[in-house]
């Protein structure tokens, strides 16, 4: 299914691949112009943005990234931020499956080493122009992806929740991609989206974004929406509204090292967790618990009627797709196509459990470029788990 709109800038066209409790694709289109007035709107965002660090880490990979204040970081420079209360560490306590595989849970996947920042002080990755302007051009793959009349699918017994965490384990790979232009990605979300006042929505993962950071690397990244990015969120911290707790991982950070098809697989342990005295939502990798959205930042996000897992590629309209995962089709290997293990959710009893098989919706919007297989509990080490991604390609029907 395509659609095309005439915008003044580039067409493009979405590919998206889920596992979910209330599944979704789209294709579309985005523009942004960038005028005078906007430029300046870009300098003040700069400003606020870019607070003056008590120390500055300039990384290998190129960027810098600055050692802010815990109270003064950008998140509190959102106007309904202005009076909230630090919250050091959640209420709850995070229970994550044990791995055997190797380098799985090493710190040294992402995030500063022995560079860590002083006490007091939390890693705020450092935000360019070129960043800001490339934010608001990904953000707008979301609003496509929300507005388009898409194939939602009610899940039973459980429905549309209420839900208050989504978990899992995934493989980190480095996809290919062809153009600047395209982004690919693995990830989970939770959602709540009213018929009357837009979706507010939470994705974390990891993805290849070369507009969005410079080169083709894998990063850690975040992205959020009180009204289905009308005039809400953004990737990562390119506005304000995550509140940064951890000391040296941090959101926007290059992963050091990824899976070999075949070989050494590298995992990301990830979960987005509500806590159930502030409703604030918890972001944990590698379980650490990294930071959170606070629950002033959305309209109705007391909590989700979707969750899932999956991945997704970007890419401009009538040009071939990138890869999605490791680039091949599931298979049931797990050395062979990306993965999620462990994959988990709360409903109101706040306990984890793996969703069964007939509970469990999977869409593909493009079977001819890639797959997605949902297996439920196949033990082994793996419990309930789902493969996905392929080699992308030419990819129209």
């Known amino acids: 299914m395509r659609a095309k709109l005439t915008v003044p800038c580039e067409e493009y066209e979405f590919i998206s691949l ?3 409790y209330k599944s979704h694709y789209s294709y579309g289109v985005h523009g942004f112009q960038h005028t005078h007035r906007e430029d300046l709107d870009l300098e003040r965002q700069l400003q606020l943005i870019n607070k003056s660090p008590m120390k500055s880490v300039h990384t290998k990979f190129g960027y810098i990234v600055d ?20 919250q050091r560490k959640p209420s709850f306590q995070n229970s994550f ?25 939390v890693p705020i990755r450092r935000t360019t122009k070129d960043n800001l302007i490339q934010s608001k051009l990904l953000s707008n793959d979301h609003i496509l992806n929300q507005e388009v009349p898409g194939l939602y699918v009610k899940v039973y017994p459980l429905s549309e929740g209420p839900y208050y965490k989504v978990s899992g384990t995934t493989s980190i790979y480095n996809p290919q991609v062809s153009r600047n232009d395209q982004m690919s990605m693995s990830h989970i979300w939770v959602q709540n989206q009213p018929t009357t006042d837009g979706g507010n929505k939470i994705s974390v993962g990891w993805h290849v974004a070369p507009e969005l950071y410079g080169d083709t690397g894998t990063y850690i990244y975040t992205s959020w929406t009180s009204d289905n990015y ?12 995550f509140v940064q707790i951890h000391p040296q991982k941090y959101i926007g950070s290059r992963v050091e090292k990824t899976s070999v098809y075949g070989g050494t697989m590298i995992e990301l342990i990830i979960s987005i967790t509500q ?6 939502w918890w972001i944990n990798y590698q379980g650490e618990n990294i930071g959170y959205f ?7 996000m007391k909590s989700a009627n979707q969750v899932g897992w999956g991945g997704r590629a970007v890419t401009p309209v009538n040009t071939p797709a990138p890869s999605m995962g490791s680039g091949y089709f599931p298979d049931r290997n797990f ?10 959710i709360q409903n109101a ?35 309930y788990s789902l493969q996905f991604g392929g080699p992308g390609g030419n990819c129209g029907n």
């Open 349 to 383: 009893s706040r306990s984890d459990y793996g969703p069964a098989y007939d509970d469990v919706d999977t869409f593909n919007d493009n079977p001819k470029c890639f797959g997605v297989i949902y297996y439920e509990d196949i033990g082994g080490g793996n419990g």
């Open 335 to 344: 050395a062979h196509a990306c993965y999620f293990k462990h994959i988990s």
């Open 67 to 86: 050692c802010i204040d815990i109270y003064k970081q950008p998140a509190f420079d959102h106007p309904l931020l202005h009076n909230h209360k630090l």
């Open 294 to 300: 606070p629950s002033k930042l959305f309209s109705n």
């Open 97 to 121: 499956e044990k791995t055997s595989v190797k380098n799985s849970s090493a710190k040294s996947i992402f995030g500063l080493e022995k560079d860590g920042c002083p006490r007091g002080t």
């Open 18 to 20: 889920t596992v979910s």
């Open 230 to 241: 009308k005039k809400t969120g953004c990737y990562n911290l390119y506005c304000s509204g």
């Open 275 to 280: 806590d159930p005295d502030t409703e604030n």
